[in-house]
């Protein structure tokens, strides 16, 4: 599930995976929330195509109402994500996400060098989850994004109630 908290103008992205009573959340940036829901809608219509993706449709897809419930709490954010990895497993027929940590400069941690001092690895949220929650959760991260800031007409960045200072217009406001 994609969510946000805080303000309109100040919103932390969250990617929440939840199996039982155990819950995790990641902090994406607002482009990775997009870029996610953008691929794997991409990832869903290419599985209709080739008729990969399950027939049936599983509960969440089914009662036709829109996911529009709060994130989890308490919100503890697991570590916030610099890749963003997506495929299809074909043994459990799952759609597979994985979101990996980044370093202080913001930079995804590669697994191949990572010399953090963890026995595990660097941090790893990997979610398998059916093509009609894939579906659902494509909806949820659209409606969560469209819910901000209005992009610049001129320059793309998010406007502020107030309008904001556009590099586009040589440091002058647009409204």
Known sequence: MAGTVAGFADRTFFLQAREGARVVSVVLEKVQVTVLAERLGELLEELDQRGVAETEPDEVASNGIADAAPLDEPLNEAFRAGSLTLGWDVGAERVLLEARAQDEDG?????????????????????????????????????????????????????????????????????
Do not use: K, M, W
């Open 107 to 175: 930079e995804p941690i590669d697994p191949d060098e990572d010399d953090d001092e963890d026995e595990d690895g660097p941090d790893l949220l990997r979610v398998r989850i059916t093509a009609s929650a894939a579906r659902a959760f494509v909806e949820r991260a659209n409606r969560v994004v469209a819910a901000g800031r209005l992009p610049c007409p001129l320059c793309g960045q998010p406007l502020d109630p107030q309008g904001h200072i556009c590099p586009r217009r040589n440091g002058h406001y647009v409204n």
